[in-house]
């Protein structure tokens, strides 16, 4: 599919904010449910993006910037893989080729925030100068220009895959055998694991470990949605809260510290 | 103390608004400095009118500074009510605001990851997929709507709670609220996390055939013995409803055996693999990798 000259700018601006946010966290325009579905409004094609976001969204839930650590970029993930599927025009049956691509997009992003992370370094040095000066106006301008070089750092590869064209893009997703795109589909539904890992690896402790499992056995009741799961989850903690204060605090509050993960120090052990 | 400059509410939106930003310079060398420096901007140029006053508030708010960028908003909130009372001529050094700055941002991040993170994003998040993927429009706006919502109502909220509390929040932080909050959110957390991974890690190991049991007579529909055209559509609908198997031979899969014991239960050793690969310090993105190559090749072998 081509796009036209006011789309494919379109299309470079959302890349652009989705660079900003990988960075700045705040709105979230690069959380993959939203930025596919910007890429797909401006294109037209919001059915299939929409999709695609909804099924990257569920591998990157546990993907966080937590202190320094840098996570896979969804951003650009996001982005370039949505771009793909509309070049590639093959609607919603090209949705699980892109997510395949998406994910090895995530660390070419990482690599790129890497980098523009270290140029940061710079600017600050830039920032001190102007603090000498006492001049708001160029603490303000270098900030500005801080963020920009994120959005770039999307929007630069979005433009050169636009650029590149649907040609290259159509002929590399059709040469893509069966047995590749199945298993790679097959692969993409376990690779929503790692995620949950990451997170429970921050979070568990020997206190919340039994909520663990009654969240397991509740989510194997199929008629239970998502939202049910939710207020029965609430519910639960609220007890607890609840009920730990009225038990006297024979333990202390030795909760508190996540020291205590039986699971995690079985882990440990192999 | 005649003229007591005080910091307008227009100020300190302004400063809420600027913290949305507060993240754009990030570097290795000294973090979020540049954005907390630029966020606080509007409150400086407010209270400091001398090119070396100022020259001195920017240079110390260019010091370190990291913590979970939500939760920074209580720690502007402080700063700001410190800076208020230094301009006014108070005896408070660099040292009181960056020591305040510092021991506030460990423990809030202690809060903020856990809420924000693992808590809400994940549920939000999950809701907002899993309409998306059915092709709802509704779960991208759902997501982005209660996602800032929350956020910049948090934001606004604390930053005004730490400005009227000034330096005695960090008394605050050692009280039952936050712990609370921190420990119901983990609670919630490892419940729905659980849950989604019951639901939305798919392994199946369906292609795998443990047994195969001729049934017999009557317990499965005869097909050659139903009428033709749609009077045998009917009668093998009827008879399938009534519980007959639809092919002569039962079929038992691994993956009816394994949803036995209980369903979801190969997705729940995946994750557990992942968290002890996770902890001998494979990186994600290997594991990730090779979770895809995996499932190729036992795609190929015919397993998955």
């Known amino acids: 599919m081509n796009l036209s000259m006011i789309q494919i700018i379109l299309v470079v601006l959302v890349a652009f904010l989705a660079g900003m946010e990988g960075i700045l966290d705040e709105f979230h325009f690069h959380q993959p449910v939203i930025a596919c579905t910007l890429v797909g409004l401006v294109t037209g094609q919001l059915l299939p993006c929409v999709i695609l976001g909804g099924s990257l969204q569920m591998i990157a839930l546990g993907w966080s910037n937590i202190g320094a650590a840098v996570a896979p970029d969804a951003a650009l993930a996001s982005i370039a893989s949505a771009i793909i599927l509309v070049l590639g025009g093959q609607g919603r049956a090209g949705v699980s080729s892109a997510i395949a691509i998406a994910i090895p997009l995530a660390v070419a992003g990482l690599l790129l925030t890497i980098i523009t992370r270290t140029l940061a370094t710079g600017i600050v040095h830039l920032m001190d100068g102007a603090a000498k000066e006492g001049s708001f106006r160029k603490i303000e301008f270098w900030q500005i220009v801080a963020i920009c070089l994120q959005g770039l750092r999307i929007a630069i590869p979005a433009a050169l895959i636009l650029a590149l064209g649907a040609g290259p893009v159509k002929s590399l997703l059709s040469s893509m055998p069966s047995w590749l795109t199945d298993g790679l589909s097959i692969g993409g539904g376990m690779v929503v694991a790692v995620g949950y890992a990451m997170v429970i690896n921050m979070m568990a402790s020997r206190e919340v470990w039994p909520f663990f499992i009654l969240g397991f056995v509740f989510a194997a009741i199929s008629e239970i949605t998502l939202i049910g799961l939710g207020a029965i989850g609430i519910s639960i903690a609220l007890i607890y809260l609840t009920l730990s204060k009225k038990g006297g605090n024979s333990n202390g509050d030795g909760g508190s510290s996540n020291t205590g993960d039986p699971v995690g120090d079985l882990i440990d052990k192999y | ?304």
Request: glycine share 10%; net charge positive; charged share 15%.
């Open chain 2, 1 to 304: 103390m005649v003229n007591q400059i005080k910091l307008s509410k227009k100020d300190r939106i302004s400063v809420w608004w600027r913290s949305t930003f507060l993240q754009g310079s990030w570097n290795y060398e000294r973090m979020q400095n540049g954005g907390w420096a630029f966020t606080l901007i509007p409150a400086l140029k407010r209270l400091y009118k001398t090119k070396e006053e100022r020259s001195e508030a920017l240079t110390r708010h260019l010091e370190f500074f990291n913590t979970h960028p939500y939760v920074a908003s209580p720690i502007i909130g402080v700063t700001l009510a410190l800076e208020e009372e230094k301009a006014n001529g108070a005896p408070i050094d660099d040292v009181t605001i960056q020591g305040v700055k510092v021991g506030m941002m460990g423990p809030l991040a202690g809060v903020g990851d856990p809420v924000f993170w693992y808590t809400v994003k994940p549920i939000v998040g999950a809701l907002a997929a899993s309409l998306a993927i059915s092709g709802s429009i509704i779960g991208p706006i759902l997501y982005f709507v209660v996602w800032n919502a929350i956020r910049m109502g948090f934001m606004w909220y604390t930053q005004e709670l730490g400005y009227r509390a000034g330096s005695k929040i960090t008394e605050d932080l050692s009280g039952g609220i936050l712990q609370d909050i921190t420990k119901g959110a983990s609670i919630l957390g490892m419940f729905i996390l659980a849950a989604l991974i019951e639901r939305w890690v798919n392994v199946d190991f369906s292609p795998v055939k443990v047994s195969s049991i001729k049934q017999s007579a009557g317990a499965y529909i005869d097909w050659s013995k139903l009428p033709s055209g749609a009077a045998g559509i009917k009668e093998a609908l009827i008879q399938q409803s009534s519980g007959l198997s639809l092919t002569e031979y039962k079929v038992t899969t691994l993956q009816d055996n394994l949803n036995q014991l209980i369903p979801g239960l190969a997705a729940l050793l995946i994750t557990f693999l992942c968290m002890w690969l996770l902890k001998k310090n494979v990186s994600p993105i290997v594991i990730i990798l090779g979770l895809f190559v995996f499932g190729v090749v036992m795609h190929v072998l015919g397993v998955m």
